[in-house]
């Protein structure tokens, strides 16, 4: 199983993009990995360190995709780019899934341009899963890759986001919900509306509506929104997290004796609950409805977060998550237009 890593675009540099694909291949004997990028900072990262190179290529290239380049520009403007090249390499075969923290709008373009997107998709959709309350996965479809929605597209979505937990999870009847402001069956705006009665009637296991305050619940084990919902939600969650966490931080901090002792006594707790709430735990974010498996890893990655991505990938590649995506997308042929 070959992974191409994109070793630009992260804010911790290509260091840490190395050091994760390195991580990833002491953790899984099959799996061989594609590093592409500048090849100076690959080579200074790679220098002393022990790794099987039988299991490790490097794809040079000049350039590199940014967060200020426009994503639509960039697969003509910048084709000599690490983002771009590796993109190719999963269009082409020669890798079977592709990991990166670059430009989500201009992955998301190479995606529905260079991957191109199974058959009764038209644009892929950007979901991740985030661990609920009770310890259990909850897939979120869309994360911010689609706006603006249909309601046959969010069907689209509650499909794949249901193969996805089947081929992942083992979950063999994900109960879908649709994210709404309020759980009712009237409640939403126009596009919710015909959304709620065309998933009610879609055969899936529809549980009906959830609120922004049940994402966490695990009440539903996959979320299905439009990308401004979905990415407004997200953001919440992790910036309350966030917040939360500074806000004990700093009481810790100021409490005096007792408020220190507390801690020490409670720090393996905090350490689980850090865990829980972080970037580094998801194994990045997955488009769903590509004809390649293409993994969007956060902004601000670490070598961990990219061992964990890239593991993600080869798990989504070796489980056939494309094909049962693009066989359960025949069945829904009629509803999805």
Known sequence: MKIAIDCHGADLGVGAAVSGALAALAASDDLNVILVGKRAPIDEALAGAAYDASRLTVVECSDEVTNSDHPSLVYRTKKDSSMVKAMRLVADGEADALVSA?????????????????????RATMASVVTSLAGTPTLIADMGANVDCTEQRLLSFAIMGSVYM??????????????????????????????????KDSGLNFVGNIEPTELMSGAADVIVTDGFAGNMAIKSYEGMAKAMLSVIKSGIMSGGVKAKLGYLLLKDVFRQVKHKFSADEVGGAVFLGAKGVVVKTHGSSTADSYCKSVLNAQKLAQNGIVTAIEEDLKRYEGELG
Request: proline share 2%.
């Open 102 to 122: 670059g430009n989500t709008g201009a992955l998301l373009v190479g995606v529905n341009i260079v991957v191109h997107c199974v058959e009764g998709v038209k």
């Open 166 to 199: 089947r081929k992942m999870f083992g979950i063999a009847s994900p109960k879908v919900a649709l994210l709404n402001n309020g759980v009712e069956a009237e409640k939403g705006n126009k596009l919710n509306l015909a959304a709620h009665a065309l998933l």
